[in-house]
């Protein structure tokens, strides 16, 4: 029978530790939305969303209630609208944004993702047609998240995508520069994305996914921080340990979510998403985690071994916790969601460099970054490029989030507001490399890629 | 299935007393009582059979919090599946 002290420890770790299930996201297919004319198909897309996650909210808020957990976030994925729009005949992509937006607003989810491209080969004609409508899109929607996915240790890189996304992140953040280039925030450059993810922005249900499927993502910073606090002098071996075990704890409050969220929604359930994400409150950060480790700020050298072992030991901890785990299982290291690496950031210590080591083993990668407002597509794409080799080469996901602030420059504060924080400009290289940019074409598939 | 609730709080005369005729008008039935009382701090955990309540388990779980809020002190009503998932294999 349960003790005492477990109920204690479990209760604890939701009332003071911030122990929550990040996001419930409900991946839908609309492969079978396509049509020639575009009101039809934003019709079916709109009836299809709202029939399937009529009862998405109410179910995380009844699981919330019944288990006295926090279910932070309740969302939606949706097949990369290049692949759903192909059959369109239109000019513009913005109008199924638009669509989109609205079945969001009707079921309630605050995010919903899939206005998203898979372009690390080459473009279709809906590809361009969507990459063209994602400056638009962002700044016309609220709940709209987009990506792009550049390249894949498989297929090498789309080195014209490359350039071109620089391109896109700078017009998004010039037509939202009243709002700090927000939509910036709704925009993630991938290598190699993942077809399950429930996280945001990046979120997409991917071609290979069944019809409907519940996804889930957990976290628990807090948690682990306030885990290793115990063995605050202990050597590395107890520091793994420790991280497995409430690695473990905090990935079976996610999928006994997951399994019952499932079986009321009638949709299978999909993966567990094992990733430490934090969110701007106090307490609920990874660069806390690196201070109680023993590293006085978020980028101090050892940061880069901190993140591997915290990553490692997390996924070691939670595979075991769940029968199907997905998505990008990992640290998350957003800097404006994440109030001790905003601090790391203006007292010196992060660069950006130091972040860009960091994605070589984290879970994603450069996340939530502002940058100075003059920031040239070219440096973006540079950028871009440079996070794609690593994903590329390391056979993982890697992704760009970079919001070049219109109108602010380096020290100065972008707000975004709400789960999204605020960041202070950080500054960026200024060495030029649009003429390797501009190269065009692809990078080959990596060596490594030809394993069959 | 099985409850479990935690009422935290300051001590005082009569807590498990309300709890308690409260559960029994809802047709609860209780498997499990522990308590302590810590320099005035009173921690109790018990566990209840929810197989036939009178009212929904999400009524039970706002009815609780309700009377906690009367005397005081904080109760909750949980289902035990949290506790399993994260302390059992």
Redesign the interface.
Known sequence: ??S?F??????TMISEMKLDVRTITMGISLMDCGHSDLKIFNQKVYDKITRLAEKLVKTGE?LE?????PIINKRISVTPIAIAAGPVETNSYVPIAETLDRAAREVGVNFLGGFSALVQKGYTDSDRMLIDSIPEALAVTERVCSSVNIGSSRSGINMDAVKKMGEIIRQTAELTADRDSLGCSKLVVFCNAVEDNPFMAGAFHGPGEPECEINVGVSGPGVVKRALEEVKDADFETLCETIKRTAF?VT??G??VAQ?AAKRLGVPFGSIDLSLAPTPAVGDSIAEIFRVMGLEEAGAPGTTAALAILNDNVKKGGVMASSYVGGLSGAFIPVSEDQAMIEAVQRGALTLEKLEAMTCVCSVGLDMIAIPGDTSASTIAGIIADEAAIGMVNNKTTAVRLIPVIGKDVGEIAEFGGLLGYAPVMPVNRFDCAPFVNRGGRVPAPIHSFKN | MKGIITVLGKDQVGIIAKVCTYLAEQNVNILDISQTIVQDYFNMMMIVDIAKPAKAFEDLITDLHELGLGIGVEIKLQHEDIFNSMHRI
């Open positions: 029978m349960i005492k477990e109920v204690q420890e479990t209760n009844d209630r019944q288990f006295g957990i704890k079976r409050a999928q006994l019952e």
